[in-house]
């Protein structure tokens, strides 16, 4: 192939360059499509008209004689015919739109082609939608396929989630992960394991579920979605993240679990001049509803930049509950005023600690450079303290507005991420004590069962929950013009999000899920998710081999103390720490199965 040369097509347009490789185009490409080759490689042998007589001559020249024309034809055929006159009603007010577009001086593309030049702007707005209903198929589909879309839907609400005649998937594709059953399963415990957090540290530790809602504030969400996730949380008895936008009254009025976090703006924990204020944090952090609080340091779809909610966004009620001015975009900093380094950021971990009552703390981050994530661990050993949890967020993680570089191209993704954090803890003594939380395009069982595997031990998700909210992924997050009311602040669209149903359907998504990834360990042999190890899953690194995690991240280490507990009881926490005792319960339950047989 020879070098490549730009042709050039209509800039009026606005569409990419064509790149084609030179010497072929006057031979192949312009007898095809004339229209689209520059005049230079027009082919008179052929009688082809050149470019700038076809599609990319500009309709203003003729826009007036084409207009006048139309209306003079039109008044003819009223003369003779008088309803026809009605097709005035439609043709003046497009002639006025066409002037319109060829004065205004913001789009080429109009001024060029008035009138027409909007239905290149209609496709665009609607190429979500026709890309979804007409040309995805099952596999692909961005940021989420069908196929994963679906599972959700269907969980959420409690139809048949089976597939028919076998995977679509390519097996034999490179990066196709499976997991490794065994030959003797087990049969799946009717209840789902919980984690522990802040066991050693804290008065109030928390026992979690494995899979929990991840942080999205009111205000990049509805008040109906916020309620609706509130409620699946209470029913369902997990947690709900806050987001960095504080707690709204819509995050109280269902009582479900909440973790608050505490982004760089300190949304409903700020003074006057919007630095940190301990007397308002320990208000709100004593609630009985608060369970954990999250210091959010980074996200994976925008690490080291600030929080954005865009103004079309910013309703009063937002504006009071933050804080901020209504009239133009928030944007948080992009670093915390209240510590500076490692030592500072875990001496204020203590603080929260102490001022939320014995509640565990734990940061949000996306990993970056692995060295900062080795200092924390340093300093955690050279202060004693710990934070109560990590929570990785893979570079592929959502959010309601980032610049696109961001989150394109800026973190690590979850895969690269979570062994490293895993593997630090483990290697500096603390992973016993840190929890480690992990979110990033986790939707289904097989995904927490990925990720618990590489080392996390519960996962967080929001566009799954979005999608048991409704979201159907038309991408529209940050205009205020979500179609089902999850991420606007557009009253009609809000009203559109029923809770009680919808609250639902969150219980319904997360509860299916869990019971599968119960099923899915108890196929692997396991009685326990956290169980799951490296060696657990495979995955194809070319077309002849393929290798297990802990061949492509390193063994990492082995089960975890996990807990089944669904009431939190401090004394039997103790008693449970204590191996011995864990071993004698387990001997306990062995003989009880084997005598119920
Ligand atoms: C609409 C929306 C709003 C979000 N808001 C926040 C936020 O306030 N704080 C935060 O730490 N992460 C926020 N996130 C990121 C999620 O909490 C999560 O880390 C990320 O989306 C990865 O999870 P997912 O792949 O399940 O979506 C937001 C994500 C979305 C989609
Ligand atoms: S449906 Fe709403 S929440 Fe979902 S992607 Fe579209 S705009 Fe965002």
Not at 157 to 168: D, E, I, S
Not at 171 to 191: F, I, L, T
């Amino acid at each position: 192939m020879g070098p490549l040369k730009r042709l050039s097509g209509p800039d009026s347009w606005e569409s990419g360059p064509f790149l084609m490789p030179t010497g072929r185009e006057s031979s192949f490409l312009s007898r095809l499509t004339p229209h689209r080759v520059d005049p230079s490689y027009g082919s008179p042998a052929l009688g082809l008209p050149h470019i700038d007589h076809c599609v990319g001559t500009s309709m203003r020249h003729v826009y007036y004689p084409l207009s006048f024309s139309l209306l003079a034809l039109t008044g003819l055929v009223s003369w003779t015919w008088p309803p026809f006159a009605w097709a005035y009603a439609l043709l003046l007010p497009l002639f006025v739109l066409g002037v319109r577009d060829m004065r205004q001086t913001s789009h080429s593309v109009l001024r060029n082609f008035p009138v027409v030049g909007h239905v290149r702007y209609l496709l665009e707005m609607i190429r979500p939608e026709i890309n979804q209903y007409f040309v995805e198929s099952n596999q692909d589909g961005r940021p989420f396929s069908r196929e994963d879309r679906s599972i959700v839907y269907q969980r959420a609400k409690k139809q048949l989630a089976t597939l028919p005649f076998g995977t679509q998937r390519d097996v034999r594709e490179v990066g196709y992960e499976w997991m490794n059953h065994s030959m003797y399963p087990r049969v799946a415990p009717a209840q789902a394991s919980r984690v522990l957090f802040g066991a050693k540290t804290c008065k109030k530790p928390y026992s979690a579920a494995l899979l929990n809602i991840s942080g999205m504030s009111y205000g990049a969400l509805s008040k109906n979605a916020i309620e609706a996730l509130n409620g699946g949380a209470k029913d369902g008895d997990f947690f709900h993240n806050t987001g960095e936008g504080g707690i709204s009254p819509h995050h109280w009025k269902a009582g479900g679990d909440l973790v608050w976090q505490i982004g760089t703006a300190y949304f409903a924990c700020r003074d006057e001049h919007g630095r940190f204020s301990p007397e308002l944090f320990r208000k709100q952090a004593r609630q009985d509803a608060v369970k954990m609080i999250e210091i959010k340091l980074s996200q994976g779809a925008k690490p080291g930049h600030g929080g954005i909610l865009p103004k079309e966004k910013i309703t009063d009620e937002i504006a009071e509950i933050r804080g901020v001015s209504k009239d133009k975009d928030v944007i948080s900093p992009p670093f915390h005023s209240a510590f500076h380094g490692p030592e500072q950021l875990l001496r204020f971990i203590q603080d929260l600690r102490d001022l939320s009552g014995g509640k565990p703390v734990g940061i949000k981050l996306c990993v970056g450079a692995h060295s900062e994530i080795e200092e924390i661990c340093q300093a955690m050993v050279d202060l004693g303290i710990t934070a109560d949890f990590i929570t990785v967020d893979g570079g592929e993680g959502g959010t309601g507005s980032a610049p696109l570089e961001f989150s394109n191209s800026v973190g690590s993704p979850l895969a690269d991420a979570l062994p490293v954090v895993d593997d630090l803890l483990v290697r500096y003594g603390l992973r016993d004590d840190v929890k480690i939380i992990a979110s990033g395009r986790i939707l289904t069982a097989f995904h927490m069962a990925q990720r618990l595997a590489m080392g996390a031990d519960v996962c967080n998700s929001a566009r799954g929950m979005m999608m048991a909210l409704g979201c159907i992924q038309a991408l529209r997050c940050n205009s205020n013009a979500c179609p089902v009311g999850v991420a606007t602040q557009d009253p009609h669209l809000v009203a559109g999000l029923v809770v009680e149903t919808k609250r639902e359907r969150v219980k319904n998504y997360q509860h299916g899920t869990v019971h599968t990834l119960m099923e899915l360990c108890s196929a692997a042999g396991l009685g326990n998710p956290n169980e799951l190890t490296r060696f657990h899953i495979n995955r194809r690194i070319s077309a002849t081999a393929t290798a297990t995690y802990a061949e492509i991240y390193g063994p990492g280490q082995m089960p975890d103390l996990i807990f089944n507990m669904n009431e939190f009881d401090p004394e039997e926490i103790d008693a449970r720490l204590n191996m011995n005792e864990l071993e004698a319960e387990e001997d306990r339950a062995n003989s009880e199965r084997k005598a119920a047989g």
